[in-house]
């Protein structure tokens, strides 16, 4: 079975490591922070850059949740439009642009360079705004020797994306002026010792595993989660639970992680999808080039029939697959967005992390075929 993500398990604690990744980030970033979560780490440094009232640009293809710190501030939300290849629909932006607008956001999509942002930056520019470089899903990505996140004024990226840890994200300050006036707060400083969220992590990561080489125990527990409402929690509780300091269990794991081995297993599954959907017409890969230094979250594709498709990789033992991500309501009530819709109907995700042997995808591959 390929699992939607990686296991605590299969790490071996003891082996001796490299480089920790947090050092990884550390020796590419001028001023960095750790945090539980992405969300909490906009809510610290929003207000080094915007004052009530002011405005936010933020792609129209996003999670809910993510616009959630940015409303908690008293800021406005403003989306603009986003084209197939989901870089910016420029002149959407502009038309959103005014005095009132304090910084543009923009999403280095999987763990991709945001395509356009040349441009977006120079409208920015123009508009005398601060960039948010929101690298939520590629935290080990390097474009052109520049760790993805660290482009903007400010940054973050999600490290919980990335290993089995209870929580973990990074916020980068890159801009001197901005790290003037932030003032981080206690959500900035990671525990100091082992929760109960970490012990409850390391149980339902063991569970999880266990009940994972059982598929008939695992569907009744699914049926079991599912019947006592076990969905996703709305994007104000999802935001809240997720105000959280690093926890010390994700520090550990952190230091001792291997950026190296993780980028190389997970580009060279990201092969093997490449691979295995190669004859598929009803199916496109989203960046169908994988360029040196990228570390991808997920192997994103565009199906033309999105439900046969996950019904069909089911069948094939492949866990995980969703369609990505659940829009704002904002986004889906206005037809100016119809791109982003579009795309979170037919964009599924297929897992790549460091825990799937390449060999199993391409048994995928066969037997999709
Ligand atoms: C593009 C993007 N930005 C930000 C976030 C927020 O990340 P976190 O869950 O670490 O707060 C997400 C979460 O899915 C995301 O997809």
């Avoid at 079975?1 to 001796?16: A, D, R």
């Avoid at 990884?24 to 440094?45: H, I, M, N, P, T």
């Avoid at 005095?99 to 999987?110: H, I, P």
């Avoid at 569970?207 to 409402?229: F, N, P």
Wanted: hydrophobic share 40%.
């Amino acid at each position: 079975m390929i699992s939607g993500s990686p296991s605590l398990f299969t790490w071996s604690l003891s082996e001796p490591r490299p480089v920790g990744l947090t050092s990884f980030l550390r020796q590419r970033a001028d001023a960095l922070w750790f945090y539980g979560s992405s969300k909490a780490a906009l809510r610290d440094v929003l207000p080094a850059l915007a004052a009530p009232g002011e405005t936010i640009l933020v792609p129209s293809y996003l999670p809910d949740a993510v616009v959630e710190p940015v409303e908690e501030l008293g800021l406005e939300t403003r989306y603009y439009a986003i084209e197939p290849d989901l870089s910016p629909d420029l002149a959407d932006l502009e038309r959103r642009l005014d005095d009132r607008t304090a910084a543009v956001v923009s999403v280095n999509y999987f763990g991709f360079p945001q395509p356009g942002l040349e441009a977006t930056l120079d409208l920015a520019e123009e508009y005398d705004c601060y960039h948010v470089d929101d690298n939520a899903h590629g935290a080990l990505s390097v474009d052109d020797g520049t760790l993805l996140g660290t482009r903007g004024h400010v940054g973050v990226a999600s490290l919980w994306k990335l290993l089995p840890i209870p929580n973990g994200a990074v916020l980068y300050v890159s801009d001197e002026a901005v790290r003037r006036r932030f003032t981080p707060s206690p959500l900035a400083t990671p525990r100091a010792g082992f929760d109960t969220e970490d012990y409850r992590f390391v149980m339902k990561s063991l569970a999880v595993d266990v009940l994972s080489t059982h598929t008939a125990v695992k569907q009744s527990i699914g049926a079991l989660v599912s019947r006592r409402g076990g969905g996703v929690a709305d994007p104000r509780t999802r935001y809240e639970a997720s105000k959280e300091p690093l926890s010390k269990l994700s520090e550990r794991i952190l230091e001792d992680a291997d950026p190296a081995v993780i980028r190389s297993a997970r580009r060279e599954n990201y092969r093997a999808w490449r691979r295995a959907l190669r004859d598929r017409s009803d199916v496109d890969l989203l960046f169908p080039d994988l360029a040196d230094g990228i570390c991808p979250q997920v192997c994103p594709v565009r199906a033309t029939r999105p439900a046969r498709f996950r019904r069909e990789l089911e069948r094939c033992d492949v866990g995980g697959v969703h369609t990505w991500p659940r829009l704002a309501p904002a986004v889906l009530t206005d037809s100016t967005y119809e791109t982003a819709r579009t795309l979170s109907e037919s964009v599924l995700t297929l897992p790549v992390h460091q825990h799937i042997d390449a060999a199993q995808i391409d048994a995928v591959g066969r037997c999709l075929r």
